[in-house]
């Protein structure tokens, strides 16, 4: 006499799922882990900020630019040695650190270079991209690693 109540094994309600998530974190730490090692293999090293510069929010500021917009040309500390400047043709990168300024060591000529870029040649018009104050900042800051005094007007308004 079979009693339909008392099936030998009743199956499992849910039959259990193969173990994807483990494989899913694997691979996205596998990702991060990557994409860590590359960024940090790419980055170049940065050094300390020049003297006079670290206690200075507006010249702070103009680094944060320079860091994160200029170095890949320029090279971490201005020298011209970024890892973009060798290899194309057109004017070479020039040394930021010299206190030789090709285009004018006045206020207003760098901010030009800054703004208007140099055509035909590698250095893009900054702009359209960058606030006016990081413009300034960052022209305050291509003075600081010049070892040049930074003139006092970048700091305020417009200078010309
Ligand atoms: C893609 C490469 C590249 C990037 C990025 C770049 N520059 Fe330049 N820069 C150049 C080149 C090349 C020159 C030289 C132009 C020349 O000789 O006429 C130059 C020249 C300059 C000069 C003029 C130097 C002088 O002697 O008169 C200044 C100032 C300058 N860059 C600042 C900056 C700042 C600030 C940034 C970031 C906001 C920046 N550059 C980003 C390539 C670059």
Known sequence: MSNPES????APATSSPAPVLPWILVGLAMLLISGAVG???????????PPGV?????????????LSRCVPCHGP???????????????QVGD???GEWKHGDKPGDVLRVIRAG???????PW???LEDAQIRAVAGYCYALSRLPVPDELREAEPN
């Open 7 to 10: 099936s030998p094994s009743p």
């Open 39 to 49: 960024y940090f293999s790419f980055v170049p090293e940065v050094e300390p900020p």
């Open 54 to 66: 670290a206690g200075d929010p507006f010249l702070m500021e103009g680094r944060a630019v320079f």
């Open 77 to 91: 500390s201005g020298r011209g040695d970024g890892p973009m400047a060798s290899g194309f043709a057109g004017a």
């Open 96 to 98: 930021l650190t010299d």
């Open 118 to 124: 140099v055509p035909g040649t590698r250095m893009a």
């Open 127 to 129: 702009g359209p991209l």
